[in-house]
């Protein structure tokens, strides 16, 4: 009997990964979740990327990942911290997870984008409003 | 002339929205341009990376420890530790997802999975593999 449970809930899970949104039907008696049995295939991870520097293809600093955006389970931009310029406090930009580049660098994850100080100085940028859990424009 | 760079930049940005294209097997480059208005997002990294996740009942189920994305940007699996709470031993799970739910609570976000102990403790337990930089099996 446990076993049918199981296999049941399985499948469930096996839609959920390819359609996200099936999880959360607003009804409160829904779906009870199993733990995966085998992991997805993955390219990276967040530990890998959070709170990590990103350099430009010199090597050279550009800022640090500080919050990675993410839709119906799709990364869609990263929050790099870019640093003051002109006196200003912290800014952030916004980056395309897929204009990141992630290599090994003495056994460690190295992250490069091939920007420049003088497009990232002139990009949109962007801060973090705590009221409203929420990326505003500065 | 530096105008043009820009531009031809935007124009490789836009054409980058269909995954993989940053990294050309070429060589040839592109010049990464930070987006100039965020695109529509559910939620962010920072809410859920080494947050607490709790069962329907409000009894926290563990914290959550990575979480595995692709090249493409996808979030395939959330890696939460398990140890230490209901009584379990400490133990990495896999979760889809799209199984956690995000609410507010005391303007702070609360995650929710809908589980059982029972479920987690039959639950494959990973690793994480420092060498390889890879979530294991146990």
Known sequence: ?138 | MLKHVVVAASLALALATPPALAQQAGGETIIIVPMEKLPIYGSVVSAWYKQPVYDPNEKKLGTIADMLFSADGSINAVMMNVGGFLGLGVKHIAVPVSAITITQKNNKSWLTLNTTKDLLKKATAYKFDKASGLWDPI
Not at chain 1, 50 to 72: H, Q, W
Not at chain 1, 76 to 81: G, P, R, V, Y
Not at chain 1, 101 to 117: A, C, M, Y
Request: charge should be positive.
């Open chain 1, 1 to 138: 009997m446990n076993r049918t449970f199981l296999v049941a809930l399985s499948f469930c899970a096996a839609i959920v990964i390819a359609q996200p949104v099936c999880a959360q039907t607003a009804a409160p008696d829904s779906k009870l979740s199993v733990p995966m049995e085998a992991l997805p295939r993955y390219g990276s991870l967040v530990s890998a990327w959070y709170k990590k520097p990103v350099y430009d293809t010199n090597e050279k600093k550009v800022g640090v990942i500080t919050d990675m955006l993410f839709s119906g389970g799709e990364v869609n931009a990263i929050m790099l911290d870019v640093g003051g310029f002109l006196g200003i406090g912290a800014k952030h930009v916004a980056i395309p997870a897929n204009d990141i580049t992630v290599t090994e660098k003495n056994n460690k994850t190295w992250l490069t984008i091939n920007t420049t100080k003088d497009i990232v100085k002139k990009a949109t940028g962007y801060k973090y409003d705590a009221k409203e859990h929420a990326w505003k424009q500065m």
